[in-house]
Each structure stands twice: as C-alpha cells, then as structure tokens.
C-alpha cells in the first residue's frame, strides 16, 4: 500500500524510488520571498526550480498593497528628496520596539543597515516607485504616490524612542492593491534570469537522508508525486498559516476575532509544517498583524476610543494594527469611537459601520451604551480639559490629533466584536537565522532547509508592533538572504 504523503511527514531518501528533477535549489512558493530567493540563488549561478500550487506567480503579495517598510543609512533616495533624514540607529531603534519582546538584534541590525540599499535593488529589478511623497495618515495610497507615513513612527511611545521618518515606499500604481504589479516584476525577474518555474505543483512533503539532512522535496504534479533533488537546498517560501482555520485555532486563535483572514493566496501553513516535520523550531505563533481599519478618513483619528468601563486605552494616532489589538483585548470584547459633529465621518473601507448611539450629550451616549453612570462622561470631560491644552498626559496621543470632542451631536461607532471588518495574517513561523538557515530545538541549522518570508518567523513578529511594509520588506530581503546563502553551498550528489 502506498504511504499517503503529507506535509507533517518527511520521506526518507532510501524511499525515492527516482529522482523526477535534479536541481540546485528548490524553491517553495513563488510569492514576494521566493521570487526574491531565486532572483539571488539564479544570479549567483546555481539552477533553480520553484513549485508554486496555483496556476500563477504572484502569492499573497499581489493582493497587497505593494508598500515595503525601508529607510536608515541617511534615507533611501526618496526620503532624502522629501527632505527626511533617517539614521540607520533610528530605524534600529524602531524596529526593535516594532519586534516586541521577542525582536531580533542581528536581523533588526542586517536589516537596518542595508534597507535603503534593498529598496534600491527592488528598483533596479523593475519595481517602479514614482518617487512622491504623500502626506497625511493612509492605511495604504490609492494614488500612484510612494512615500507614507505607515506605522507608529509618530506616536507613542515609538517617537519618544527613535526621530520619526517616514518609511513606507509603495509601488508606483493608482487603487488598491499595488501588490500586483509589484509582484509582476520581481516574478518576471526571476524567470528572466533563468528560474524554472512549474505552476499547480503542490510540494507535499520534505525527503532528508539518515543524517537528517534536507535532500529534496515530493511535489505534486498533474496528481502524481514528483521526486525533487535539491543539491544545494531547499527554501521554504510558503507564506504563513491564516488560510488554515485548524492551525490558527491551535496556534493563534485571537486571529479568529477577526472576521476576515487576509490571505488571497494559499498560506494554508503547510511550508511551516513541512519545516516542523524534519525538527525545526517555531516561534511566536500565536502573533499575528490584525487591522481595524476605522481611518481614512484621517479626521476619524481625532475621536476617542473607549471600553464598556467607559475608559480610554490607547492614543488613538497609533498605527491601525496596534489600535486594532489593543480593540481586540477589551473586556468582552467592547469598544467604541466616540466623535463629535466636527469629526464625524464614515469610514472609507466600512461606511456600513453600526453607530452604537447618537445624542446632543455625552450623557445621552452613555447611558444608550447602557455604561455605568458617569464613566464615559468623566473620561470625555478629562480628555477635553487636557486636549484644549494640547495634552494627553495619561495616552500621549499627539497634539497633531488632539481636539477637546463638544460640537454635537455626538456618536459612538460600534467597534464590538462582531460589528467590524478585522482583518489578520499570521506573524509565526519557523525559526531561522538572518542568512534563512532553519533551527532545530537546540538552535542548530537542519542541513539544506533555508525559509523566508511569513514561512519564517521574521522581522514583523510582534503584531502590536507591525507596520505597513514590514512584511513585504521582510520577504523580499531576507528571501534574497536564503537565495544567497544557498547558492553559496557545495552542490550535493
Ligand atoms: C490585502 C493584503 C494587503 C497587504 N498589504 C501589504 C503591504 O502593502 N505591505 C506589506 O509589507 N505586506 C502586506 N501584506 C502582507 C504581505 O503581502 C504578505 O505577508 C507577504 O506576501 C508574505 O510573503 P510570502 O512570500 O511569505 O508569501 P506569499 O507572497 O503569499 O507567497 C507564498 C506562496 O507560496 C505558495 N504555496 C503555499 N503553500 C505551498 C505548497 N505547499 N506548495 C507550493 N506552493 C505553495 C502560495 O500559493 C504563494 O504563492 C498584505 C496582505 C494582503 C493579503
């Protein structure tokens, strides 16, 4: 009877009964790390081949919004334009915070100090930025601009720890979802430079030898099992695991708070199981980005946010995803936005959201919240005595965004469980080294395993911390850092 292949399962090479495709390197996933992975490995001369289960390159990186998160080094040639210096240890500084506990030091430091000279590369592989800069507080432009504000760098307490710069770069390109043409170009790349792409291949499960070494891969072709030699490695560059409901119950289940998983491709978690089937460790997988996207427009940022205690619980100017958790966190899951006349409007992304109360006092809103009697009222009152003076001394929202809340009617904007559109992708995965090499428990590399992108539990690992373009920096950077390392090994017979 033939064993039934599957992901948590590695084939051992006295099994194989033949070698289908010999290849240096052997690529799983042909999205934002894998197209950059094989870009590095091609150019540095070994023969590659990439298995990619849909019929077409591109990954959950298409569907995104083509922004990658680069500066330091004294600005990429864009900030520098824009006039906005931006020190390798300011961005150090902040993607340390952005990591959280759990960050980073030498993939924080490779990172920083070669940022804005990533940026550079993507451009040279034909990533096209028109070079403008778009002011203002944008989840992602629907113009073709480039360079945004697109995490926490002004607000607390980041700025109070590293001089704020702006550090989104996205692809030159008008609407949502630049990820597209972005995608499109770094693919193109690929193949130009001689990549063998093989399209409906599902890899389904590693095949080491008796050392434990990673020699190949089984793919699935045209429902046969393909036997895969790698000579050199094999790099995981399968995406994450929010498309796989199991998994993010097992492992990440506040995600399920959200009720739409962005995905869009195929992050099913099977390049993490695959990498946990021969040993290797994982780390942070319960975290994951999450977004509640209550702004544009921008003047939505000047309300209060509060919970069924009547009280605030973060400064509102804070990146979307970190506004997003701490929403998720609040007692039974209740928050609301609370804004005045001057500031009312609906959110562009969910103009249907449920406007929990509406009154020509505080009073009135609080008591159709059905809240405890004078909580939300003193919270208002203290945060319009404070604001009238610019201050926010408990949350230290900044003053950019401070304004007392008294021209009514006034509103609550239902952010409760249940009542907005929350969106999540999973932020754990495999641990690896910078160069993508894969740990085991004991923290030594699994020979011929490398992972890149959100197969890897990589820079963006703390989603109270995330900002957008992390992911997208992180893929295509240290994809080309597995691409490279691999390349650099003696191909094996
Ligand atoms: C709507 C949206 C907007 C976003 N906007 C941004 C943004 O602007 N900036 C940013 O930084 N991030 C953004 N993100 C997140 C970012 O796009 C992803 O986190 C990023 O693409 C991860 O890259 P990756 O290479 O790990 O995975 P992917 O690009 O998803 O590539 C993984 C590939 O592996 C393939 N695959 C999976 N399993 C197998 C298997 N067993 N065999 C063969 N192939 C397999 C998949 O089909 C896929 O093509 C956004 C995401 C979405 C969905």
Same mark, same amino acid.
């Given at each position: 009877?033939?064993?039934?292949?599957?992901?948590?399962?590695?084939?051992?090479?006295?099994?194989?009964?033949?070698?289908?495709?010999?290849?240096?390197?052997?690529?799983?996933?042909?999205?934002?790390?894998?197209?950059?992975?094989?870009?590095?490995?091609?150019?540095?001369?070994?023969?590659?081949?990439? %298995?990619?289960?849909?019929?077409?390159?591109?990954?959950?990186?298409?569907?995104?919004?083509?922004?990658?998160?680069?500066?330091?080094?004294?600005?990429?040639?864009?900030?520098?334009?824009?006039?906005?210096?931006?020190?390798?240890?300011?961005?150090?500084?902040?993607?340390?915070?952005?990591?959280?506990?759990?960050?980073?030091?030498?993939?924080?430091?490779?990172?920083?100090?070669?940022?804005?000279?990533?940026?550079?590369?993507?451009?040279?592989?034909?990533?096209? %930025?028109?070079?403008?800069?778009?002011?203002?507080?944008?989840?992602?432009?629907?113009?073709?601009?480039?360079?945004?504000?697109?995490?926490?760098?002004?607000?607390?307490?980041?700025?109070?720890?590293?001089?704020?710069?702006?550090?989104?770069?996205?692809?030159?390109?008008?609407?949502?979802?630049?990820?597209?043409?972005?995608?499109?170009?770094?693919?193109?790349?690929?193949?130009?430079?001689?990549?063998?792409?093989?399209?409906?291949?599902?890899?389904?499960?590693?095949?080491?030898?008796?050392?434990?070494?990673?020699?190949?891969?089984?793919?699935?072709?045209?429902?046969?099992?393909?036997?895969?030699?790698?000579?050199?490695?094999?790099?995981?560059?399968?995406?994450?695991?929010?498309?796989?409901?199991?998994?993010?119950?097992?492992?990440?289940?506040?995600?399920?708070?959200?009720?739409?998983?962005?995905?869009?491709?195929?992050?099913?978690?099977?390049?993490?199981?695959?990498?946990?089937?021969?040993?290797?460790?994982?780390? #942070?997988?319960?975290?994951?980005?999450?977004?509640?996207?209550?702004?544009?427009?921008?003047?939505?940022?000047?309300?209060? %946010?509060?919970?069924?205690?009547?009280?605030?619980?973060? #400064?509102?100017?804070?990146?979307?995803?970190?506004?997003?958790?701490?929403?998720?966190?609040?007692?039974?899951?209740?928050?609301?936005?609370?804004?005045?006349?001057?500031? %009312?409007?609906?959110?562009?992304?969910?103009?249907?959201?449920?406007?929990?109360?509406?009154?020509?006092?505080?009073?009135?809103?609080?008591?159709?919240?059905?809240?405890?009697?004078?909580?939300?009222?003193?919270?208002? #009152?203290?945060?319009?005595?404070?604001?009238?003076?610019?201050?926010?001394?408990?949350?230290?929202?900044?003053?950019?965004?401070?304004?007392?809340?008294?021209?009514?009617?006034?509103?609550?904007?239902?952010?409760?469980?249940?009542?907005?559109?929350?969106?999540?992708?999973?932020?754990?995965?495999?641990?690896?080294?910078?160069?993508?090499?894969?740990?085991?428990?004991?923290?030594?590399?699994?020979?011929?395993?490398?992972?890149?992108?959100?197969?890897?539990?990589?820079?963006?690992?703390?989603?109270?911390?995330?900002?957008?373009?992390?992911?997208?920096?992180?893929?295509?950077?240290?994809?080309?850092?597995?691409?490279?390392?691999?390349?650099?090994?003696?191909?094996?017979?």
């Amino acid at each position: 009877m033939s064993k039934v292949l599957t992901s948590g399962h590695p084939v051992s090479v006295a099994d194989v009964p033949q070698w289908d495709i010999v290849t240096d390197v052997a690529i799983i996933g042909f999205g934002a790390a894998g197209s950059c992975a094989a870009i590095e490995a091609r150019n540095a001369g070994s023969s590659v081949d990439i %298995f990619e289960v849909a019929s077409a390159p591109g990954g959950s990186a298409s569907w995104s919004g083509g922004e990658v998160y680069v500066g330091g080094s004294g600005g990429t040639t864009i900030q520098r334009k824009h006039g906005f210096e931006d020190s390798t240890e300011d961005l150090q500084r902040y993607l340390m915070m952005s990591g959280g506990p759990a960050a980073d030091q030498d993939r924080v430091t490779l990172y920083a100090n070669n940022a804005s000279a990533h940026f550079d590369w993507l451009g040279a592989q034909g990533v096209p %930025f028109k070079g403008t800069y778009l002011p203002g507080k944008w989840i992602e432009p629907t113009t073709d601009d480039t360079l945004i504000w697109s995490g926490n760098e002004k607000a607390w307490p980041f700025s109070a720890q590293a001089k704020p710069a702006p550090r989104g770069h996205t692809v030159e390109f008008t609407g949502w979802g630049g990820g597209k043409l972005f995608m499109e170009k770094l693919c193109d790349q690929a193949l130009q430079v001689g990549a063998t792409a093989h399209y409906d291949a599902r890899a389904l499960c590693l095949i080491t030898d008796h050392d434990g070494a990673v020699q190949g891969v089984v793919v699935r072709i045209a429902g046969q099992p393909v036997y895969v030699q790698a000579r050199q490695g094999v790099i995981l560059c399968a995406g994450g695991f929010i498309g796989n409901r199991d998994m993010v119950k097992r492992y990440a289940p506040e995600a399920l708070k959200c009720e739409q998983l962005v995905t869009g491709g195929n992050d099913d978690g099977s390049g993490i199981r695959m990498g946990i089937s021969v040993g290797a460790t994982t780390l #942070n997988m319960h975290e994951f980005f999450a977004t509640l996207p209550f702004f544009p427009p921008a003047s939505l940022v000047k309300g209060i %946010f509060v919970n069924e205690r009547g009280q605030r619980f973060i #400064n509102e100017d804070s990146y979307h995803g970190r506004v997003a958790h701490y929403v998720l966190r609040q007692p039974n899951g209740r928050a609301w936005l609370l804004v005045d006349n001057d500031i %009312f409007a609906r959110p562009v992304i969910q103009p249907n959201i449920t406007i929990a109360a509406v009154g020509e006092t505080w009073e009135e809103i609080e008591e159709e919240l059905q809240l405890e009697p004078g909580s939300l009222v003193a919270t208002v #009152n203290e945060f319009n005595r404070h604001a009238a003076e610019g201050q926010d001394p408990y949350l230290h929202k900044s003053d950019e965004w401070l304004r007392p809340l008294l021209s009514p009617p006034f509103a609550a904007l239902s952010y409760c469980s249940g009542d907005f559109d929350g969106h999540a992708f999973t932020l754990g995965g495999l641990a690896t080294l910078p160069t993508g090499e894969v740990l085991n428990a004991d923290g030594q590399a699994i020979q011929g395993l490398y992972a890149a992108g959100r197969t890897a539990c990589g820079l963006p690992r703390w989603g109270e911390g995330y900002s957008s373009g992390m992911s997208l920096g992180d893929s295509t950077f240290f994809g080309r850092q597995a691409g490279l390392s691999v390349a650099a090994n003696i191909a094996r017979d």
